[in-house]
């Protein structure tokens, strides 16, 4: 049997004593901030210094703080802000800050998108032909192949405002009917930029001395195609107008509704010829323009639907 500075483990190591093991020792000069001799594994002088815990703060703000009572970066009524609010409100982010989002560079934002493609018709409405002659067949079928993207994007003034997913009510239900009646029309009134526009020009450049009897049945079709698209916006701008007044109220959301019924019945029969048809795209703009601006407020009976527009 060894004595307790000579025991032999089970491994057939030689163990020294505790006493030996635990003793502390000094540092080497040579070997700053390291033990001049290590302990044997599996000795209790190589069990780690007992742990001290960290100051509080160090790895950033406690349950405690983020918790609805608390007095951190991350509490409600600490910060005096919600972190659950994702609108125009400061919202609180992983890291504890309070984030302010800028409301006028959203508005700005939403005036550009639905102000756009009025404007655009605009412009090309200052070159339109004002009738289609064999002169000018080419510049009246390219004109409308330029256009057809952009008709459609007409109908975002109407979608913009009424952005998010409807609620089972009143207001749903106008909203619902408002984005039907902005898909016919971008529907409907593409098909006249299609026949009408495109395939018109294309038959008078090249019908030769028989071109008006294939022109003037595509116009007939196109005229009909651009009425079921009119109408289609008229439907859309009033349901809309009744979803934006139950929300907004009726003095900020009519305005614009007046404005854009007054171009929607010039649109019948000015299309974008000059100088109606481009009064008429400037009147869409302005209109729509007021309704971002009705839709930018908050809403006067607090519903809300279930999705905003992207930033």
Not at 160 to 188: E, I, K, Q, S
Not at 251 to 273: E, N, Q
């Amino acid at each position: 049997m060894a004595d307790d500075s000579t025991r032999i483990g089970r491994t057939g190591f030689r163990i020294g004593s505790i006493e030996e093991h635990t003793k502390v020792r000094p540092k080497t000069a040579g070997r700053q901030g390291s033990w001049a001799r290590r302990p044997p594994a599996g000795s209790f002088a190589s069990v780690t210094p007992p742990y001290e815990a960290p100051p509080a703060g160090a790895f950033g703000p406690t349950i405690a703080d983020m918790s609805p009572t608390g007095s951190g970066h991350g509490s409600h009524h600490g910060s005096g802000h919600d972190s659950e609010d994702t609108g125009d409100h400061a919202r609180t982010g992983r890291t504890g800050r309070s984030v302010r989002s800028v409301p006028g560079r959203r508005l700005v934002r939403d005036v550009v998108l639905v102000v756009a493609a009025p404007l655009v018709l605009a412009g090309f409405g200052l070159g339109h032909p004002g009738g289609l002659r064999p002169h000018n067949a080419v510049h009246w079928a390219e004109m409308h192949i330029w256009l057809l993207p952009v008709w459609p994007l007409l109908a975002l003034g109407v979608v913009l405002p009424l952005w998010g997913r409807p609620r089972r009510d009143a207001t749903g239900a106008a909203t619902v009917v408002a984005l039907a009646g902005a898909f016919g029309y971008a529907v409907f009134y593409t098909g006249l930029d299609a026949v009408a526009g495109i395939g018109a020009g294309i038959a008078e450049q090249h019908g030769g001395g028989q071109r008006r009897k294939v022109v003037n049945p595509m116009f007939a079709t196109g005229d009909a195609l651009g009425q079921a698209g009119v109408w289609c916006l008229v439907v859309a701008v009033l349901a809309a107008s009744v979803a934006l007044c139950l929300r907004y109220g009726t003095a900020r959301v009519l305005p614009g509704t007046a404005v854009l019924l007054v171009c929607c019945w010039s649109f019948f029969d000015s299309h974008i010829f000059h100088p109606r048809g481009v009064v008429t795209m400037l009147g869409f703009a302005l209109g729509f323009a007021l309704w971002v601006w009705a839709a930018a407020a908050r809403p006067a009976n607090n519903l809300a639907y279930g999705g905003s527009p992207p930033s």
